[in-house]
């Protein structure tokens, strides 16, 4: 025995193990069901699966066919289930038990009528029949007329049968794709597998000139996946039935099919309803409410009391084609070639079929607030322009504001920049005449020349902070780090603060600040307050004379608190301090205040005025940090 035959051998005495075991489990026939069935209260139906419950196509089959016979019996039903299994597997194990079982099963408790789902099942009730239910009632449902036993029918059989034309459903499939050079059959390599592989050959002779025939029943399974992964262009799929491949593996059908769907880059056509709907293209089928229709009212009529004879029906053919939208929008196939009569299943409606309604409310909304949003627009037009004006007001002002300003620190800039430039002047009258020396020391000059340099770049930085003071610009935001923006501004007064011999404090954060602003405008702030600070303590003593600066970082925000010791502010005067044109100085026209509170917000923080617990006052600015 080779070692393939070993394997499948394995499988199948596993898988029949299994389906005695489940039969077995099934709730045995209770003592009572039989009572209530010989008053006629209770009729008894089993249903002999062929390939095992959940095999597609039979299991979709057999659901439908219990599900309406629960609904239209009008009597109560004790449905009772088996699968053989054995018709899965090339080398089946011995019937023997399995038949034995149900003998002894329902001897005495016979069924009032029997279902058998597919050929192999029938087969099987036909062949022990006599051991088994010698006067029950047969109905062979979803059976091929071709796979019929006629030989062992009697006057107890119903045949519901099924026809395949496997001709028809290649002709659509090229009417579909009309460019088509290549069909690959997947069929699997069971004895009933390869019954319908030669039935396939032979039926399809026709297309011989028209199309080539490529057939998988000797390949495993894995070695189709590999190929339907890498199929030439203009080619197609058709699903036949996968339960074992050539390899001896068994396989779920409808799970063999997702993982074909999964991988194939051509499209997949099937004749059996169950693959319809996730997997396969479509086209003319077998459908499921037909043969389950005709097995029930079959079923319904001999529990009745007819006779099995009266009841003949003809085979069923193909129903009108049926596509998948999903699957013709993939594969790019036009609706224009499918063929009359055909029903396209599982089409997505566009958004106007979905949101009708609710486009149709929107539509009269703004319709309605048309008219009003046209208002609105011109309305902010307008107020943009004014905040714009406002804008370019508030820069001006500020602008002159900052020249007031900077003219108080008039003599402390022409200190600042005369001591630089006198250290410069000595130190080059210094080196001359030591270069005039016969014997000039050069390192001394070294360092003369090392003076001047950093004198210059002391006197630059002088010019370079008055000139971003007095610079014109527009409001503009960017990134910056706050204590060296305030640092910066406290070097613009410092040489005023010592020349009123007022100790000007500095306590920086000992983190970085980064908050968004413009640095010329919050210098300006900065400066406006430690002047008005230094203002108020004037009159002090001369060792009560102090402005404190420090920056702190509170939560998310930034702060900035200046202190002085001077007399503080009236508490009658807190509320009104930032008001325009409120001052208590007596030369002041009460703007200054009202420009830092404007630039504050404008940079999207705030500023308070409070009187320090400590005596004078204190103002804390608050700006989000950046990050």
């Not at 489940?22 to 709730?27: E, G, T």
């Not at 699903?239 to 396989?251: E, F, P, R």
């Not at 610079?471 to 935001?477: A, I, L, M």
């Not at 007399?567 to 420009?595: E, H, R, W």
């Amino acid at each position: 025995m080779c070692t393939g035959s070993v394997r499948s051998w394995r499988a199948a005495a596993a898988l029949l193990s299994l389906g005695l075991f489940v039969v077995v489990c099934l709730p045995p026939v209770r003592a009572d069901a039989v009572e209530r069935s010989r008053r006629g209260e209770l009729k008894r139906v089993l249903i002999l699966h062929s390939f095992g419950r959940e095999f597609r196509p039979w299991s979709e089959y057999a659901r439908d066919i219990k599900t309406e016979l629960e609904r239209q019996s009008p009597w109560p039903l004790d449905i009772q289930e088996h699968a053989l299994l054995t018709a899965r597997f090339n080398n089946p194990g011995p019937e023997a038990p399995f038949v034995e079982y149900l003998h002894s099963l329902y001897q005495g408790a016979l069924p009032d009528i029997v279902l058998c789902i597919g050929a192999p099942a029938a087969r099987f009730a036909q062949r022990y029949r006599a051991k088994l239910f010698p006067d029950t009632p047969l109905i062979h449902a979803v059976v091929e007329h071709r796979l019929v036993d006629r030989a062992n029918l009697s006057s107890n059989d119903v045949i519901v049968a099924v026809r395949n034309d496997f001709l028809i459903a290649f002709e659509h499939i090229l009417q579909l794709l009309p460019d088509t050079k290549s069909v690959a059959v997947v069929i699997g390599a069971s004895p009933l597998e390869k019954f319908w592989l030669e039935e396939v050959k032979r039926e399809l002779k026709p297309l011989d000139a028209r199309v080539e025939l490529v057939w998988y029943s000797d390949l495993s399974f894995e070695d189709i996946l590999k190929r339907a992964a890498k199929l030439p262009a203009h080619s197609a799929l058709f699903w036949g039935l996968m339960s074992i491949d050539a390899a001896g593996v068994v396989h779920e059908s409808d799970i063999a099919l997702r993982s074909l769907h999964a991988v194939a880059n051509a499209p997949i056509f099937s004749y059996a309803e169950p693959f319809f709907g996730d997997s396969t293209v479509g086209g003319p089928m077998q459908l499921i409410t037909e043969t389950s229709s005709r097995t029930v009212s079959a079923a319904i009529g001999i529990l009745g009391g007819a006779t099995p004879g009266s009841i003949n029906y003809e085979p069923i053919g193909f129903a009108a084609p049926r596509y998948d939208w999903r699957e013709l929008q993939r594969w790019g196939i036009s609706e224009s070639r499918l063929p009359p009569g055909s029903a396209i299943l599982f089409r997505e409606p566009n958004i106007w079929q979905r949101y009708r309604w609710q486009m149709l409310m929107i539509a009269a909304v703004f319709l309605v607030q048309a008219g009003l949003i046209s208002g609105l627009l011109h309305e902010r037009r307008r107020r943009r322009f004014a905040e714009v004006e406002s804008r370019q007001r508030l820069a001006e002002l500020a602008h002159a504001n900052r020249y007031s300003a900077v003219g108080e620190l008039t003599t402390s800039i022409a200190h600042e920049l005369n001591q630089p430039l006198g250290s410069i002047l000595t130190n080059a009258e210094t080196a001359e005449l030591m270069l005039r020396a016969n014997s000039p020391d050069i390192n001394e000059v070294r360092q003369i020349l090392a003076d001047i340099r950093r004198d210059d770049q002391r006197a630059s930085e002088v010019i370079r902070r008055l000139r971003s003071v007095l610079k014109k610009t527009p409001f503009e935001v960017k990134e910056i780090e706050l204590n060296d923006t305030v640092r910066e501004a406290i070097g613009l007064v410092k040489a005023v603060a010592d020349g009123r011999r007022i100790a000007l404090i500095y306590t920086p954060v000992l983190v970085d600040l980064d908050v968004k602003g413009d640095p010329v405008q919050l210098q300006q702030v900065i400066l406006n307050l430690i002047m008005n600070a230094m203002d108020a303590v004037s009159d002090a003593n001369a060792d009560k004379r102090e402005v404190s600066v420090s920056t702190v970082r509170a939560g998310n925000h930034a702060e900035i608190r200046i202190t002085d010791t001077g007399p503080g502010i009236a508490a009658t005067d807190l509320a009104k301090v930032f008001d325009p044109f409120f001052t208590t100085k007596p030369q002041g026209m009460g703007m200054g205040l009202a420009i830092v509170k404007t630039i504050i917000e404008a940079h999207q923080g705030d500023i308070a005025a409070a009187t320090h617990a400590a005596g004078g006052a204190l103002f804390t600015i608050r700006l989000p940090v950046a990050r």
